[in-house]
């Protein structure tokens, strides 16, 4: 019982090891494929539209509402301290530090990126991906690095959409619908609100973006050499949710990393 | 005896505890066309991956023109494929693309060619391959003999020294895998390639054949001219050819 949970541990551990060393080298084909020529900015603005253009409602709406949630939660509870004249840097900081970049990263692993990895797969089950090694054509360059580029340009975007949709929408709740001040509101935005905290939720936002895009298509492009994914249709959609489920965690793993260290 | 273009040295190849080859040894002369045949799970499609490089072997050489490809950098092996043409059982068109893009795609990302000597060297092929009508179609609107014709014309846009075939007829009905082997044959001649070709369409691959290797467990049982293989009295042939054709071939 125990040799055989030591050898389990054992091949675990070496099948481990072997992805993340193949998910390592799959990331630097991707990064060198973006500098490779030639470049393909067709692919890129289709990818932009797909990952960024289409994603700007869901951001809309997202933010608007974590904004309305943070505009009531907060006016209560600041209500208890005589402090309410503080609910705007409240809402802006929780978002442009925290809760921008990482739902951000959220929405765009569930919408954009559960469809770059199922696409990869797709491509790579019909021999798609074969196809353009034999042509000679690198699927680096052709497939991912357009990808890569695309959620590095759009991700950090919709972060400041969804901020700025989120202040607004902490505005509607916490000042419209409970007559807060709303000079104060702003007021105190631009008093505690400082470079470091823009800075911070950016860096986050490239990095979740990164996260996303590396996970998402590298699970995609290995869908044949995943263990216990299965085969064909049923393999994309295990290791679809697969990359879902460990973007997100990695988001906010992240997340807690690069507050503990940049703050 | 032709010179080989192709040879498979020693090759050994498993997936997890699977033996799939098992020291494998094989010529494929320059200029000529070899079918490989043999029963499913016998090591056939791995034999053309190995030789296409998307798979390497546990060890064994792979030699293209005297060169070991197992042990090429990645832009040395992208220049030998240069060489290659491969039709895919399923014809592997990218579907986001038309067929116009997909025929065009291996003339946009490896040549110099401006965009009106590529349109008029697609729009040739696809008239050559009966396609012209259906140019901004994408694959999943194509029928099955159409992407294989449309795979067939992607794959000789370089003017390929070495074609690969992977069931090239699997799935179509007789009239439309005889379109196959009609073009195949016309292509072959207009551009003298060598061809390899993975079939379960026995006997009339025979037709096209100007050797057959038939593989069992991952070695090459037998190898010979297609109309000795037909006479052949080796059990494992007459079983492989019985499977296919049944007993009125054999009788």
């Known amino acids: 019982m125990i040799v055989r949970f030591i050898e389990k541990l054992g091949r675990d551990s070496l099948y481990y090891m072997h992805d993340l060393g193949r998910m390592g080298i799959f990331l630097a084909h991707s990064v060198i494929g973006v500098f490779m020529r030639p470049f393909r900015f067709r692919a890129l603005l289709k ?8 994603s700007v409602s869901l951001i809309f709406f997202t933010g608007a509402f974590t904004g309305m949630v943070l505009g009531l939660q907060g006016y209560y509870t600041l209500l208890k301290f005589g ?38 797969g797709i491509m790579r089950n019909s021999e798609q991906i074969d196809a353009l090694e034999c042509m000679a054509v690198s699927p680096f360059r052709y497939l991912i690095s357009p990808k890569v580029v695309a959620t590095i340009i759009s991700v950090p975007i919709l972060t ?40 911070l939720g950016i860096t986050k936002s490239f990095v979740f973006a990164m996260l996303i895009v590396w996970i998402c298509t590298g699970r995609g492009y290995f869908v044949h050499q995943i263990r216990n994914a299965g085969f064909g249709a049923e393999g994309v959609s295990r290791v679809t949710t697969q990359a879902v489920v460990l973007s997100s965690i990695s988001i906010l793993v992240w997340d807690y990393l690069l507050t503990a260290m940049l703050l | 005896m032709t010179q080989p273009i192709i040879q498979l040295v020693n090759i050994v190849k498993s997936f997890d505890s699977q033996l799939v080859l098992d ?66 059982q399923g014809a592997a068109l990218l579907d986001s693309l038309t067929l116009f893009e997909n025929v065009a795609l291996p003339l946009q990302e490896r040549t ?30 194509l029928s099955g003999g159409m992407k294989k014709r449309a795979g067939l014309a992607r794959a000789l846009q370089l003017k390929p020294r070495i074609m690969l075939f992977d069931e090239p007829t699997t799935g179509l009905d007789p009239e439309k895998s005889m379109e196959i082997y009609r073009l195949f044959f016309d292509t072959q001649q207009k551009f003298g390639y060598t061809s390899i070709i993975v079939s379960h369409d026995i006997p009339r691959i025979f037709n096209l054949a100007d050797q057959v290797v038939v593989m069992n467990r991952g070695r090459v049982t037998t190898f010979m001219p297609p109309e000795e293989i037909q006479r052949s009295e080796i059990p494992e042939i007459k079983s492989l050819i019985r499977h296919t054709m049944g007993d009125i071939y054999m009788g």
């Open chain 1, 160 to 199: 400041q959409i969804f901020n700025v949709v989120g202040i607004f929408g902490g505005y509607f709740a916490g000042i419209i619908l409970l007559n807060g001040n709303p000079g104060a509101y702003f007021s105190s935005i631009e008093q505690s609100l400082v470079n470091q905290d823009i800075t």
């Open chain 2, 112 to 141: 110099n060619l401006n965009n009106k000597k590529i349109h008029e060297q697609v729009r040739s092929s696809l008239v050559q391959f009966g396609l012209e009508d259906h140019e901004d179609k994408y694959p999943a609107q």
């Open chain 1, 83 to 120: 402090s309410e004249g503080w609910l705007g840097s409240t809402v802006a900081l929780s978002l442009i530090r925290e809760l921008g970049p990482v739902l951000t990263a959220l929405m765009v692993t569930g919408r954009a990126g559960s469809a770059m990895c199922a696409e990869i």
């Open chain 2, 23 to 88: 020291h494998l040894n094989l010529d494929f002369p320059a200029g000529k066309t070899t079918v490989i045949a043999g029963a499913s799970g016998q090591g056939k499609s791995v034999t053309l991956k190995l030789i296409l490089g998307l798979i390497k072997p546990d060890s064994g050489q792979i030699l293209v023109d005297g060169r070991d490809i197992t042990e090429m950098r990645r832009k040395e092996l992208n220049d030998i494929r240069a060489d290659f043409g491969v039709l895919f």
């Open chain 1, 47 to 54: 990818q932009i539209r797909l990952i960024g253009a289409n």
